[in-house]
């Protein structure tokens, strides 16, 4: 279960971050923040910063005693991160997976909205609505 799920704009400006519960919101945001660095070293230790991108999972960023923060991103550099409770165990890296590729086809059908512009702030229902059923562990 996602105890927070950001998106991140390929400029490193939030377009998207909702949080499980209100009284962790700003830890979690900076634990957020503080994950783009590992995702921008990963990035370009392996050359994913030009050329083609095949892997788009960059799996476990961070990890601390509450949380483990996990990282994707998608050809066009948008960050997607998903916090998740440490103490959650029965999680496995498959399921993480499913989760960012369901989010990744969410922001994708919100991209293709004639209504959007490219690198406002996401409001669409149906993207929370998603957001919000992963954080129940609805997958």
């Given amino acids: 279960m996602a105890v927070c799920v ?11 971050i909702s949080c499980l519960n209100p009284n962790q919101e700003l830890d ?4 957020v923040h503080n994950s783009l660095d590992v995702v ?4 370009s230790a392996t ?5 083609d ?5 960059l799996g476990l960023l961070n990890s601390t005693d509450e949380h483990k923060i996990f990282g ?16 959650n165990t029965s999680l496995r890296d498959n399921e993480v997976r499913m989760m960012f590729r369901r989010l990744h ?13 490219p690198g406002e702030q996401i409001t ?3 993207f929370d609505e998603t957001v919000r059923n992963m954080m129940a562990g609805n997958l």
């Fill in 124 to 126: 669409s229902k149906v």
């Fill in 105 to 117: 086809s969410v922001f994708a059908d919100i991209i293709c909205n004639p209504f959007y512009r």
């Fill in 47 to 51: 050359g994913k910063t030009s050329g």
């Fill in 53 to 57: 991108i095949r892997e788009l999972y």
């Fill in 72 to 87: 994707y991103v998608t050809n066009t550099k948008v960050k997607f991160v998903i916090v998740t409770e440490a103490a």
């Fill in 28 to 31: 979690l945001h900076y634990k």
């Fill in 6 to 16: 950001a998106v991140i704009g390929k400029d490193n400006s939030p377009k998207y």
């Fill in 40 to 43: 921008e070293e990963k990035m």
